[in-house]
């Protein structure tokens, strides 16, 4: 079946701008993750969603990031005011669950430059 | 905040060559998992050991876990060119994955 899929691939943007970044998890999986990765370092978390709610938002560096996910399906990655500092790749990953066992199922991620 | 490190930063080896990397983290874990990342994109998860487990096999990859070190180590034996990703290690932490740094590996024909 399908797996995780991301868009857009690449996104540039200019500083100040606005910008949504969408995921679609692989179907049924109940549990979406984002992490944002810098360069040379691993993925950090940032949010995960148990359905249609946010479980755990601890990983959002400030309230210029927000995410949605409304319908407990796709999800959505907002990030208002972009700084130059948000430049990353941002992953989302699903699992059939939210059990810490599961294994997490990875998009091909969103690279993000603000430039 | 990342949870482990990884060593060596990068490696490089010959294809027929094993590669062992290793990871150590700071509290402790119900399971701790390796992935593969290609190209600085999606990663792609490899194997799953849990605490009360000291080695798993799968294929050419062999974990172990040392819960009383914090420490675990990914062997690839027979490296091949596409082996050739970093890999990282993930330990889980109420419900979500905490990333090491990583571990780059090149494996030249």
């Known amino acids: 079946g399908a797996g995780v899929s991301q868009t857009p691939s690449n996104k540039v943007t200019e500083k100040g701008k606005y910008v949504e970044l969408r995921c679609d998890p692989i179907s049924g999986h109940t549990a979406l993750y984002w992490y944002r990765q810098s360069l040379g370092q691993g993925p950090e978390f940032l949010i995960y969603?148990?359905?249609?709610?946010?479980?755990?938002d601890s990983g959002l560096p400030n309230d210029r990031f927000f995410a949605v996910r409304p319908e407990g399906s796709v999800s959505t990655l907002k990030i208002q005011r972009t700084e130059r500092g948000d430049s990353a790749v941002y992953l989302c990953?699903?699992?059939?669950?939210?059990?810490?066992?599961?294994?997490?199922?990875f998009g091909p991620g969103t690279r993000l430059t603000v430039l | 905040s990342q949870q482990g490190e990884e060593d060596p930063q990068a490696l490089s080896i010959q294809e027929g060559e094993n590669a062992t990397m290793n990871c150590s983290y700071k509290t402790s874990i119900n399971n701790l998992q390796w992935y593969r990342q290609n190209s600085g994109r999606g990663l792609v998860h490899l194997i799953l050991i849990r605490s009360n487990e000291r080695e798993k096999h799968s294929g050419r990859l062999r974990v172990t876990l040392d819960t009383s070190k914090k420490s675990s180590s990914l062997l690839i034996t027979a490296s091949r060119a596409a082996d050739t990703a970093s890999y990282f290690c993930a330990t889980d932490r109420f419900q979500k994955l905490v990333f090491g740094t990583g571990t780059r590996l090149l494996v030249s024909p």
């Open positions: 969603f148990q359905g249609t709610g946010a479980a755990d």
């Open positions: 990953a699903s699992t059939p669950q939210a059990a810490s066992t599961d294994t997490q199922y």
